[in-house]
């Protein structure tokens, strides 16, 4: 009888590299500080883990310095340095940066919100809430890296389930409450759709590493390719969730306009951003060999998305006392759209990754020039709670510079002059579809184009018509005022120089 050899333990121990997994470890190990601090700390020095956050989440965004230029991998499996559970490769650090410096700028809306809501004796527990923050932060970092199922899942719920409690953080507003529920539920509804989704792949390939599942299911057994189709389709389905995908999409409106609204432009950004890079790594990586079933699926659903955003956006405007911040959710949805289309494209593309460049491309842009937007409504917001789209009316007269810089964010979202790259950043998306045949999604793109550009030029418009009465007096903050400073200062920069997104496009994202 022939004996085993047991293995070793030094094989058993894996080494890791922590300067690659720095980005997201500093993130959550500063949200537990904060957590810690909250406990010590005065109710009058609560502001202070308002900063340490900032700090943190800038320091987090700063190690990924090191790591530009080189793919590192960490988490490998004994027997293949090709099958790691977390990869920092082009892709991962496009990713992380717009995830990060999104949750700093929305860091710097929360610090006035928060002061904000102390004035008017509501106050918002801020240990809590900046905990909260941070470790989704933390997670919505750590799912672009993870290149296994288990971990990909993992870092998506680490994303999502702080979200719900920052969505209804304000305790003593029927509306949070009621957004928290429907996001909850739709997101828990979307998770169980993805773990069976995964169960169904794991069962049929016998692996989770997404490398592995791709060389798996190009040989899959014929009495469980039926089961590996669904398990496919399952999981894409989880994450149209997640990108708030038509018809997936019923929870945006309500839980944008009853969150805080610096929770709102994080779930319009970085929320976005966690969908879509999940959604790229089982499209591109795991499931290439399933693009039959992936590409067409994806079309429709960009096509949906786009239209029904859109369309949906159009009604928010011709009515003056809904809220600018429905509006943007449903503007939101349009643009998850065209974010579909590069991913779709993908699939009948002889270069997938030139296709997912694009959409990366267009949502380094989008997340910019969101976020900006945000951080106007947000100065708004102080003086008119309401946040109405009648309230901008004659935004110029009283912060001229707050209504320059608003136009131009609007215009960059409709893809007009000056907002350059808005521009660029279309032409990109609609040149994926087209160099991919799919002309008639290109059409379609193009007709929503025009229909996003009579709601986003009317709203401009309304920025410098006479106001009625006096005009409001807005009151800005330093954290407020430097959000839309550097928002302002990107968009422009990026408008005159485009190439410093675009050329992604062109570039290898994935080692």
């Known amino acids: 009888m022939t004996a ?65 230029g080189d793919e590192r991998s960490t988490f490998c499996l004994a027997s293949s340095q090709e099958a790691c559970s977390y990869t920092a490769d082009r892709f991962t650090l496009v990713v992380q940066f717009l995830v990060l410096a999104g949750a700093l700028l929305t860091a710097l809306l929360s610090i006035s919100t928060l002061k904000d809501a102390k004035n008017a004796n509501k106050p918002l527990p801020e240990g809590e809430f900046w905990f909260l923050l941070l470790s989704s932060a933390a997670g919505a970092a750590l799912l672009p890296a993870s290149r296994d199922l288990a971990t990909l899942v993992v870092a998506l719920e680490v994303a999502s389930l702080p979200a719900f409690a920052l969505v209804g953080i304000k305790r003593d507003d029927r509306r949070s409450s009621d957004a928290a529920l429907k996001f909850f539920l739709s997101s828990v509804t979307a998770t169980a759709v993805t773990l069976l989704g995964v169960s169904f792949v794991y069962a049929t390939t016998g692996t989770l590493h ?22 496919v ?10 990108t708030a995908a038509v018809p997936f999409h019923f929870w945006v409106p309500d839980t944008y306009v009853g969150a805080p609204l610096p929770i709102a432009a994080y779930l319009s950004v970085i929320g976005k951003a966690v ?52 509006l943007l959710a449903w503007s939101s949805v349009g643009q998850a ?43 708004v917001a102080r003086t008119k709670p309401l946040n109405r789209l009648s309230d901008y009316r004659g935004l110029y007269a009283s912060r001229p510079l707050a209504a320059l810089v608003l136009g131009f964010f609007l215009l960059c979202l409709a893809g007009l002059p000056p907002g350059i790259i808005g521009l660029f950043a279309k032409v990109t998306v609609f040149s994926a579809a087209v160099d991919a045949g799919l002309g008639w999604l290109a059409v379609v793109m193009a007709v929503n184009v025009v229909i996003a550009l009579f709601y986003y030029l009317q709203w401009t418009a309304a920025l410098f018509r006479t106001p009625e009465g006096e005009p409001a007096a807005y009151r800005a903050s330093l954290p407020l005022t430097a959000a839309i400073a550097v928002t302002a200062v990107i968009g422009v920069a990026l408008s005159g120089a485009p190439q410093l997104i675009l050329h992604f496009v062109d570039s290898g994202l994935f080692s």
């Open 337 to 379: 759209g065209y974010l579909l289309v590069p991913i779709a494209a993908a699939a009948y593309s002889d270069d997938p990754q030139k296709s997912i460049g694009s959409t990366l491309a267009y949502a380094l842009m989008y997340a910019a020039v969101n976020l900006g937007a945000f951080a106007v409504a947000a100065l």
């Open 275 to 326: 969908g879509f890079s999940g959604l790229i790594l089982v499209t591109v990586i795991a499931f290439p060999s399933y693009a039959d079933v992936w590409g067409p699926a994806l079309a429709v659903l960009a096509a949906l998305t786009m239209t029904i955003g859109n369309v949906a956006a159009l009604r928010q405007q011709a009515t003056r006392a809904y809220s600018a911040v429905r």
């Open 233 to 242: 389709a399952l999981t894409l389905i989880g994450f149209a969730f997640k």
């Open 210 to 231: 997404l490398t592995k599942v791709a060389s798996e299911l190009t040989h899959v057994n014929g009495q469980f390719h039926t089961l590996a189709q669904a398990g």
């Open 4 to 68: 085993v050899a047991a293995p070793s333990v030094a094989s058993l121990v894996q080494s890791v590299d922590w300067l690659a997994i720095a980005p997201p470890t500093i993130a959550a190990v500063v949200a537990l500080v904060v957590l810690v601090a909250d406990l010590f700390v005065s109710e009058r020095r609560k502001p202070v883990l308002g900063w340490i956050s900032v700090a943190g989440l800038a320091a987090a965004a700063l190690a990924l310095i090191p790591l530009i």
